[in-house]
Every structure is written in structure tokens, then in C-alpha cells.
């Protein structure tokens, strides 16, 4: 069970549903040229849930220290699970990935591509060794990751399938997905900057530079607020300009991701505890779920 819990099954979980609903909810229905049979679609999926599961392991061992004070009921390694055990075991999992990732490579016929699961295996571990402990810096590597995500379905599935030039529907398809990495990128910017306000006790003394270290957290507060409003007024805005020709799409984006959000604004303007602010950081995951599950409505409505 220690083994499951380091990995982080429910983060794995939301990766592997996000993917699904790309491959499966939205590229497909489009009808449009694509490069990855269901066995492809698997060794994606292997490649991308085993490097993100050694990301996770690499970070607990890294914060023994600070999730002692922060979450020390959470607490693995060194407990459950010895530090050389939990290093064999990343290893394990980074070798699974980027083999998975080559092998995928080689069969859509670019094997040039796996660099790309190299360079985010060398993140993740530059992220828990030290990018996490500038000002910002750890925020939006993190980000970044969470947004390719969703990239690599571009990468891996319509960039092998184009011939000559860029169809308008695979045009259409590339610039739907980024716009939701986008989206995915910001949405996950804020959740980074509320966790650091939640663990702010611990990350003071393990002598890491974070926004509500360096401003306090009433400033952060603020902060986080305006970041909030202004992704509402996204929203609100995108489903009254894109979307009003389509009332039930439009019903869902107010509903389950505007509504969260405004929710999310109320409840950091008065935010506390940090019990307070984990509840927030749930809310922009759920979020971001809600958001990729409308994509098949945008299948639907780029073959309208």
C-alpha cells in the first residue's frame, strides 16, 4: 500500500482519464489523420504515468524534511519505505517510462521523439532537487508539465500522421488542444501558488523561497483572488462569445467550471487555515477535470 500512496494513484488517475478523453472523447470523433493504434495510445500511457509516478517518488524523498512539519501523518519514506528502496524504486519507474516512450517512438517512426520523455523525466528531477526552491521557478516548471499533458497527444499521435501540409481540421484540433493546455497551465499556476500558502510553515524552514514567504499571505490572498477573478471573467466571457450558439456547452462552462470558480473566489477572499486552502487547491483540480470533460463537445462542434 506505501508503494500505491507514493505514487500518487489519484494524480495518475486524473492523467490517464485526461488522455482518454483526447485520444478517445476528442481526436477520434474529428475523423481527422492520426498516427496511434490503441497499443500506441498504451505505451503513451505507460511512458507518461511511469514518469510521472518517479516524478512523485523523487519529490518525497527530496521533502522527508518539510512534510514532516506540512503533512507528517503523509510521510513514506524513511517510515514505510526505506530512502535506498524508494531511489531503486524511481529508477524502476523512470526506466519503464522512457523505454515505453522509445519503443513508441520507433514504431510511429520517430525515434527522435523520446527525447521528449527524457526531458521530462530531467525535469522532474531538476524540479525536486532544486527548481522547487525559487521564487517561482518550481510554480511554472510544474505547470508546464501538467500542460504536456495534453501536448503530447500533438506530438505523438498528429505530428507522425501529417503528410504534406497541416489539414484545417488537424489545425483546428492542435490549436483546441493547446488552448485547453493553456487553460490547464494557468488553472495549475494558481494551484501551485495555494499549496505554497498552505505549506507555507514548512517550506520557512526548509529555507525555500515562495510567493507567501517573500509577500506574506494576506498579499498572496489578494493575489490569488485577482488570479481567480480574472479566470472567471475568461470564461464567462469565452461561453457568451464562442459558444452561444450552443446553449448546452454553454450551460456546462458556466455550470461546472465557471460556478467552481467563482466559488473558489469567494472562499480565498476569506481564507485562513490551512485546511482552508487545501480545500481551495481541490476545488482548481476539479476544476481542471470538469474543463477536459468538455472537450468531446468541441469534437461535436468542430464537425458542425
Excluded at 507518461?48 to 517518488?57: Q, R
Excluded at 525515434?111 to 524540479?127: C, T
Excluded at 514548512?202 to 485577482?226: H, Q, S
Aim: contains cysteine; charged residues 10%.
Amino acid at each position: 500500500m506505501a508503494y500505491l500512496k507514493i505514487i500518487r494513484p489519484n494524480n495518475l488517475l486524473l492523467l490517464l482519464l485526461v488522455q482518454s478523453i483526447l485520444k478517445y472523447g476528442f481526436l477520434e470523433p474529428l475523423g481527422i489523420p492520426l498516427a496511434m493504434s490503441g497499443f500506441g495510445f498504451g505505451l503513451l500511457v505507460v511512458a507518461t504515468l511511469c514518469i510521472a509516478a518517479a516524478g512523485n517518488v523523487i519529490n518525497d524523498i527530496q521533502d522527508v524534511g518539510i512534510d514532516t512539519i506540512n503533512k507528517p501523518d503523509n510521510v513514506l519514506v524513511g517510515r514505510k519505505i526505506s530512502e535506498k528502496t524508494a531511489y531503486t524504486f524511481y529508477i524502476v519507474l523512470n526506466i519503464l517510462g522512457v523505454v515505453a516512450g522509445f519503443v513508441l517512438a520507433n514504431r510511429l517512426g520517430h525515434p527522435g521523439l523520446a527525447a521528449v520523455f527524457i526531458i521530462i523525466s530531467a525535469l522532474l528531477y531538476s524540479y525536486a532537487l532544486y527548481l522547487k526552491t525559487i521564487l517561482l521557478v518550481g510554480n511554472l516548471t510544474v505547470s508546464f508539465l501538467v500542460a504536456m499533458g495534453l501536448i503530447v497527444l500533438i506530438i505523438f499521435d498528429m505530428y507522425p500522421a501529417i503528410t504534406t501540409e497541416l489539414m484545417d481540421s488537424q489545425n483546428m484540433a492542435a490549436k483546441t488542444i493547446l488552448w485547453y493546455a493553456g487553460s490547464a497551465f494557468y488553472l495549475n499556476l494558481v494551484r501551485e501558488i495555494v499549496k505554497d500558502v498552505q505549506d507555507i510553515n514548512g517550506d520557512k524552514k526548509g529555507g525555500r523561497n515562495t510567493l507567501p514567504i517573500l509577500l506574506g499571505r494576506n498579499r498572496v490572498r489578494n493575489i490569488l483572488f485577482v488570479l481567480g477573478v480574472f479566470m472567471l471573467l475568461a470564461i464567462l466571457w469565452f461561453a457568451y462569445d464562442f459558444l452561444y450558439q450552443f446553449t448546452w456547452v454553454a450551460a456546462y462552462f458556466v455550470f461546472l467550471i465557471a460556478a467552481p470558480v467563482l466559488y473558489f473566489c469567494i472562499k480565498v477572499f476569506h481564507a485562513e487555515s490551512a485546511t482552508d486552502y487545501k480545500m481551495l487547491s481541490t476545488v482548481l483540480k476539479l476544476t481542471m477535470f470538469t474543463g477536459v470533460c468538455s472537450l468531446p463537445f468541441f469534437a461535436e462542434i468542430l464537425n458542425f
